[in-house]
């Protein structure tokens, strides 16, 4: 079971980036996906999640409404389109993985990709 997370990278204040997570030796329609971040010397916080079916999708406050989760069954993929990007944007952020259910606890996840790192220029 592998997640692969990838698309980071450098960009300005108010730029965009899209972040991919590729997943392989799983049943992806069955997992709950998620993102979280980890800033420098913060804890790991949650960023948003998406039900199996893509039909619910929750954000956390500081990127509502600038970002946008999305997966593709099909292809094993999720995305996070990050819009507006700001300089407490930057973080490595990482794709997880639940069996069945969606979750703001990144406890609940037992699957874990390597990270990707964004950083948000001033």
């Known amino acids: 079971v592998q997640l692969q997370a990838s698309g980071g990278g450098l960009v300005q204040t108010g730029g965009s980036l899209r972040l991919t997570c590729a997943a392989s030796?799983?049943?992806?329609?069955?997992?709950?996906m998620a993102w979280f971040r980890q800033a420098p010397g913060k804890e790991r916080e949650f960023v948003s999640t998406?039900?199996?079916?893509?039909?619910?999708?929750n954000y956390g406050d500081s990127v509502k409404g600038r970002f946008t989760i999305s997966r593709d069954n099909a292809k094993n993929m999720v995305y996070l389109q990050m819009n507006s990007l700001k300089p407490e944007d930057t973080a490595v952020y990482y794709c997880?993985?639940?069996?069945?259910?969606?979750?703001?606890?990144?406890?609940?996840?037992?699957?874990w990709g390597q990270g990707t790192l964004v950083t948000v220029s001033s």
């Open positions: 030796g799983l049943t992806f329609r069955l997992y709950a």
């Open positions: 998406i039900k199996r079916s893509g039909s619910l999708t």
């Open positions: 997880a993985a639940r069996y069945y259910g969606a979750s703001y606890n990144q406890n609940d996840y037992s699957l």
